[in-house]
């Protein structure tokens, strides 16, 4: 029988070869991410992961430690690539403030759980910006990274070992906020192959 634990590592693994596909998507400048979602996202699972070694979760933490390192390395990719960005708006340094708002609300609790609902307010609010950047410019966008997340994530559910908050708290956010963005990212072609004739009228009115 297969010891269900592995399947964490796979997940990991999964989740780095999406986060590399990311980055040289990035590098090539056919995808331009938004730096203050990207490094955002890098802090907030970095403390949901110490809040859960915290309170002994165990190997449910590995998913959610990898929903930190890679957007760190596409932060970085970032930045080898002058056209490999988004310029910021003002709505994003909104998102970004009150992002840090809340990792600054958990260093005043210190309480695991507090921490848990302080990290997935943070990496929701930096997930705003990019959510509304694939909304209104999916080509400037990637699913691949989100998808491999969804999978990475979904794996931590195979070795909970506490069915409790702080077990359950930021893999579920995490599958539900990677799906999101998949939708919104790929909801042309979605839409497309649910329906092929308002598809093809809808993408020639936009090429217009």
């Known amino acids: ?85 988004w310029r910021l708006q ?11 708002l809340a990792l600054v609300l958990w260093g005043i609790t210190k309480e695991p759980n507090i921490a848990i609902v302080f990290a997935i307010a943070s990496d929701l609010l930096a997930a705003v910006p990019t959510i509304m950047k694939s909304w209104s410019h999916p080509e400037s966008e990637s699913a691949v990274a989100f998808l491999t997340g969804l999978l990475n994530a979904l794996t931590g559910f195979a070795v909970v070992e506490s069915w409790n908050f702080s077990g359950l708290a930021f893999p579920v956010y995490l599958s539900v906020v990677n799906m999101t963005l998949i939708l919104v990212i790929e909801r042309r072609r979605i839409f497309f192959w649910r329906n092929p004739v308002s598809g093809v009228a809808d993408i020639s009115i936009n090429d217009v």
């Open 1 to 85: 029988m297969i010891d269900m634990a592995y399947l964490v590592f796979v997940g990991a693994a999964i989740n780095l070869f999406g986060g590399f596909a990311y980055i040289r998507e990035t590098l090539a400048g056919r995808t331009r991410p938004n730096r203050i979602s990207w490094l955002l996202w890098s802090i907030a699972p970095m403390i949901a992961t110490g809040a859960g070694i915290a309170k002994g979760v165990g190997l449910a933490v590995v998913p959610v430690f990898m929903s930190g390192f890679i957007p760190f390395l596409v932060f970085l990719a970032s930045f080898l690539n002058r056209k490999g960005f």
């Open 90 to 100: 003002t709505s994003d340094y909104a998102c970004g403030l009150f992002s840090l």
